[in-house]
Structure formats: structure tokens, C-alpha cells
């Protein structure tokens, strides 16, 4: 008897048990995780009471991405397509249509009790504008210029750290029908036009990891402007044999960087070591979140420590992963004479269109490097475009400093990469340049930077 009424009550407590734990699960949705659920690319509920959803708009207020008739449209079709995402009834939520999602509703920065009660009186609950740190002509012609390529473009305004242009290559055009018509082919391709390249690719540096190691060196007193490399075309780092594309004989540290010198940044590499490289990659704030860029990734450091992975990372191959916006603001580091400044691409969250009612907080530029180790590096990717491996990248009557890569990777032709800035002796745009599988950065990448650096300078006065 006695064991029969331990039992029963055994059962009683687990049913309770049992009809708790949804209830608690249901209450956690409903009051902590709200925010998740919002965002959540499967809720279309956001984007089913679209018409009241604000718009996306440039730095100059242009239209980005805005709602008519009932439907969301893109005016910049497939040039900004991965980089804003969509959102329509049928395939939900995506980019920074998701990211953004509860601003665009108005539902992150409470009202008002004035507004509040305005709203209600009008029966209707418009979101908020989001202001973009983008140039939409510029992303525009980032877009152009990566034309029939597969890769990304990142344009940084040096003096500010904002992003004028975020492109990335294959694309599509957000725009409801189009999205229709293209949605099986877009998920089935296998060169993934849906993922954003431009902040959220992860890719071996190359050769455009060789300012920082270049950098790193002179801080830490291991090399000297007056050092000299010999190159025999190789490099023997235990029983790894690294070739050089090239046999240069005798190089300065500027043209070991210009001529973009294996061996000369394999030894440098050795006498840094992987603890110092991946503290210098820190350094330079690769690891760090962005707090004004959505879904932007953070590096991958590498964690290599065969005796060679010093010299191997310091030319760029290894396991290192780095975005091209990473790529981006080391050129704009060494452009600002070794201050860093975050950087942004949310610009202003702006209600009944016209109160700023949320900044991103100004970003306070930070020393990274002394500004004589970064000139040092900037001659000599100024050399690099003047005679160097970066000569496509000159621009007419204006100085480009900058540096090639061509990353070897494990599916198919290297990478080409260009990461530069100009005017060299006042810098105003720094550009990262990824065209995948494309062969040479000097070849390939730098005249694509070169076309962006060109729209940019010719933008403004
Ligand atoms: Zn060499």
C-alpha cells in the first residue's frame, strides 16, 4: 500500500513535471527570447505586415531597399543583393533585411510616450529607417567592376572607417519576382550566389598578409629598413622546401615587399613565430567583433605548429582565414599612419524620417602601430604600385599605394587578391580586392581595385 502511494506520487509530480516544462519553454520565447524569435528567417511575420516596414537608405538617403505596394524592392537589383538580403512571404528573411530586422520594425528603440500615443491615433505601426554607411553609385560600380568573376569588394572611407561598398560576386537580385524565377537555380548553385562574400568570406590571405608581418617586424625590432634579403629562387626551413616565384637576388626590405619576396617574408616569419604572428593579428583587430557591421566574421588564426608554419603563414597560405574587410582595414591601418578605427557600416536608425533615434557609437581611432613603422610599410606599397608586382593598380595623376596576392588554395587556381589606398600622401579610399580561382592579384586583382579606387577618387571633389 505503502509503495503503491510512493509511486502514484512519483507519477503525480512527473506529470507536473512534464506540463511545466513547455510552459517554461513557451514563456522563454515569449518574454527573453523574443529578439530571436524576430529575427528568426522562418518567422514571415515581419515581413507579411511589411507595408509597414521602414526603409533601407545610403549615406545620402537614397533608397536602398524600401516597401511599395505591398512588395519590397531593391532599386540596386543584384548589386547589392547579398549584401542586403531580402524579405518577402515566401522565403522569409535574409542579410541585413534579417539582421536588421527588428530596427526596420521599430520595435529596438521603445517610443515615445507622444509617439506611442500618435500611433495610436493613425492605427499604424511604421518601423524605422536604417541609414547605411554605403555609397549606393559606389556599390555600384564595385559591383561593375568585379564583372564575370567570382570574388568581393570592400571600399572603406580611410578617414572615417565607413564602408562605402561592400560588393560580392556571384549574386541576385533581391526583388521579389526575380527571386521567384531564380530561386531553385540560386540554391542549387554550387558557387553560392547567396552568401556574402565581402564581410563574410573566409579566405586564405596570400601574399596581402605580408604588410602585417612586415609591420610586426619592424615593431619588434627583428628587421630594419637598411636589412637586405638574398633570394635564390627558394628557401629550405627544415625540411620544408618554400619556392619563390621569382629568383630576386638581392632585396631591400620595401622591395621584398614590392616584388613581393617569399623568401625574404619566410624569414621574417621565422623569427617572429606563431605566438607573436597570431598577437599581431589580434593586434590588428581580425579577432575582434564589429559591432556596426552585421554578420561580419572574424578571422580564423592560425593554429599551424609544424617548424615551418611560421614561414608558411607569413607568405599568407597555412590555415589563416581572413575576410576581405579584414584585408580592408589592415590597408586603411597603414593608410592612417597605424590608427585603426572600427569599421561601420550601420550609419543611423531614423523614426517618422527624421529623428535619429539610434548611433552606432563613434568609433575612437586607435593606435595600433607607431607611425614610423607604418610609413615604412606604406613606401613600400607605394613602390609596390610604382614598380613593383602592383603596377595595374595606378591610377592617373594620383599616387596608389598597395600590395598583391595570390593565395594557393585547395579548390583550384589561387585566389587573386589586391588590398590598397589612395592618394598615397592623403589617404581617402582603401580597397580590398578577392577574385577567386582567378590566377594572379597583380594581374587580375589590381586592375579591378584600380577601377574602384578610380569611381571613388572621382566622386567627390
Ligand atoms: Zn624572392
Known amino acids: 500500500m505503502r509503495a503503491l502511494k510512493e509511486r502514484a506520487r512519483f507519477l503525480a509530480i512527473l506529470f507536473i513535471f512534464l506540463l511545466v516544462l513547455p510552459l517554461v519553454n513557451i514563456s522563454r520565447y515569449a518574454c527573453l527570447d523574443n529578439e530571436e524569435l524576430l529575427r528568426h528567417p522562418r518567422n514571415h511575420y515581419g515581413a507579411a505586415e511589411s507595408d509597414l516596414l521602414g526603409s533601407i537608405v545610403d549615406r545620402q538617403g537614397r533608397p536602398l531597399a524600401f516597401m511599395k505596394e505591398g512588395e519590397r524592392r531593391y532599386p540596386l537589383g543584384p548589386a547589392a543583393g547579398p549584401l542586403l538580403g531580402y524579405c518577402n512571404p515566401v522565403y522569409g528573411l535574409a542579410g541585413l533585411e534579417a539582421q536588421l530586422s527588428e530596427r526596420l520594425q521599430g520595435f529596438s528603440v521603445p517610443r515615445s510616450l507622444n509617439q506611442a500615443l500618435l500611433l495610436w491615433d493613425k492605427r499604424d505601426r511604421r518601423g524605422d529607417d536604417l541609414q547605411l554607411t554605403i555609397d549606393s553609385q559606389l556599390q555600384r560600380r564595385a559591383y561593375e567592376a568585379l564583372a ?50 565581402a564581410g563574410q568570406g573566409m579566405y586564405p590571405p ?48 620595401a622591395q621584398a615587399l614590392a616584388y613581393s619576396c617569399n623568401v625574404a617574408f619566410a624569414d621574417l616569419g621565422m623569427r617572429l613565430g606563431m605566438e607573436r604572428i597570431r598577437q599581431w593579428m589580434r593586434t590588428f583587430q581580425m579577432e575582434g567583433r564589429l559591432s556596426a557591421v552585421p554578420g561580419a566574421v572574424t578571422a580564423k588564426l592560425p593554429e599551424a605548429s609544424n617548424p615551418s608554419a611560421p614561414a608558411e603563414t607569413a607568405i599568407g597560405q597555412a590555415d589563416t582565414l581572413v575576410s576581405p574587410l579584414h584585408m580592408a582595414r589592415l590597408a586603411a591601418i597603414i593608410a592612417r599612419g597605424g590608427l585603426d578605427i572600427e569599421p561601420r557600416l550601420l550609419k543611423a536608425q531614423v523614426r517618422e524620417g527624421e529623428e535619429i533615434i539610434w548611433q552606432p557609437p563613434w568609433p575612437q581611432p586607435r593606435r595600433v602601430l607607431s607611425a614610423q613603422s607604418a610609413q615604412l610599410v606604406a613606401q613600400a606599397m607605394l613602390l609596390t604600385v610604382e614598380e613593383g608586382t602592383g603596377t595595374a593598380a595606378q ?67
Open 148 to 197: 564575370g568573376r567570382r570574388g568581393a569588394a570592400v571600399l572603406l572611407e580611410v578617414p572615417t572607417g565607413e564602408i562605402l561598398a561592400m560588393a560580392s560576386r556571384p549574386a541576385y537580385d533581391p526583388n521579389f519576382s526575380a527571386l521567384k524565377r531564380d530561386w531553385a537555380r540560386l540554391t542549387r548553385d554550387p558557387q553560392a550566389p547567396l552568401v556574402e562574400r
Open 395 to 461: 591610377v592617373a595623376g594620383v599616387q596608389v599605394a598597395g600590395k598583391t596576392g595570390s593565395a594557393e588554395n585547395p579548390h583550384g587556381a589561387t585566389h587573386a587578391w589586391f588590398i590598397g589606398y589612395a592618394p598615397a600622401q592623403k589617404p581617402r579610399y582603401a580597397v580590398a580586392v578577392i577574385l577567386e580561382n582567378a590566377g594572379g592579384g597583380g594581374r587580375y586583382a589590381a586592375p579591378c581595385a584600380q577601377k574602384i579606387l578610380k569611381a571613388a577618387l572621382a566622386s567627390q571633389p
Open 206 to 253: 596570400g601574399s596581402v598578409f605580408k604588410p602585417l608581418i612586415m609591420a610586426a617586424a619592424l615593431e619588434e625590432g627583428l628587421t630594419n629598413p637598411q636589412a637586405h634579403f638574398d633570394c635564390q629562387g627558394r628557401a629550405q626551413v627544415g625540411n620544408f622546401v618554400l619556392n619563390c616565384h621569382d629568383r630576386h637576388g638581392m632585396l631591400s626590405l
